[in-house]
């Protein structure tokens, strides 16, 4: 497609409720990362995707959140038992190769917790 | 992940006059920086990018400056319009690293 893509725009959902957030990458971008921003706050950094190397989880918050790529396009981010601390807005991102063309974001998915 | 804090900094101009945003980076390891801005509602756009062995880049109306002895990065925005009204990040990359860190933002309100 012509930019990135994620979906649902907004979700909410009850505390201890499983999510999935979906991304659709820039066709033929190799690199995809998700980020996490919190209300009036920067990005903080989740999880990074890069063909078929094993993703870079460093900034994975816990062991409720999970991510996969499937055919190296479109990938799942996946918060199991949310929390409200989990609300924010989820940001999906794409480059051509690492980090050295400036990232295409998509408009992410706000989370609401309740 | 990396913490920032609650209350951003605001930088408030007049239209047409020219805008400064600075950013103090924080690894003194890192090659590659980018601005982005960012809506209300939409994802960071990206603005202009510069390599460490540039110490400075003009774009259409904009142009970094990078200083890495103090660590230190800078977006000028010339003749700033409404439009250019958002927040505005700086990310710096570590050099043979794979993710953008983000500063924590800097909100520019543009009067008419």
């Known amino acids: 497609g012509a930019g990135v893509s994620q979906s649902p725009s907004n979700k909410v959902t009850e505390k201890g409720k499983d999510v999935e957030l979906r991304c659709d990458p820039i066709s033929g971008h190799t690199a995809l990362y998700w980020y996490r921003q919190s209300l009036g706050q920067g990005l903080e950094f989740l999880i990074y995707f890069q063909g078929n190397s094993a993703p870079d989880k460093s900034g994975l918050p816990s062991d409720r959140f999970s991510a996969e790529r499937t055919g190296g396009s479109v990938s799942t981010l996946t918060i199991q038992r949310t929390q409200q601390e989990d609300s924010a807005v989820y940001l999906c991102?794409?480059?051509?190769?690492?980090?050295?063309?400036?990232?295409?974001f998509g408009s992410g998915t706000r989370l609401t917790v309740v | 992940g990396e913490s920032v804090g609650l209350h951003l900094p605001t930088l408030s101009v007049q239209e047409g006059d020219n805008s400064i945003i600075n950013c103090a980076y924080s690894?003194?390891?890192?090659?590659?920086f980018i601005w982005y801005k960012q809506e209300s509602g939409k994802g960071p756009q990206f603005i202009i990018d510069i390599r460490s062995n540039m110490d400075k880049r003009q774009g259409q109306r904009v142009t970094v400056l990078l200083n890495k002895t103090v660590k230190h990065l800078s977006l000028q925005i010339a003749a700033t319009q409404p439009g250019d009204s958002a927040v505005y990040f700086c990310a710096e990359k570590v050099s043979g690293g794979n993710k953008l860190v983000f500063g924590a933002g800097t909100i520019l309100r543009v009067k008419s």
């Open positions: 991102a794409s480059s051509s190769s690492s980090a050295r063309d400036g990232y295409t």
């Open positions: 690894n003194s390891a890192s090659d590659y």
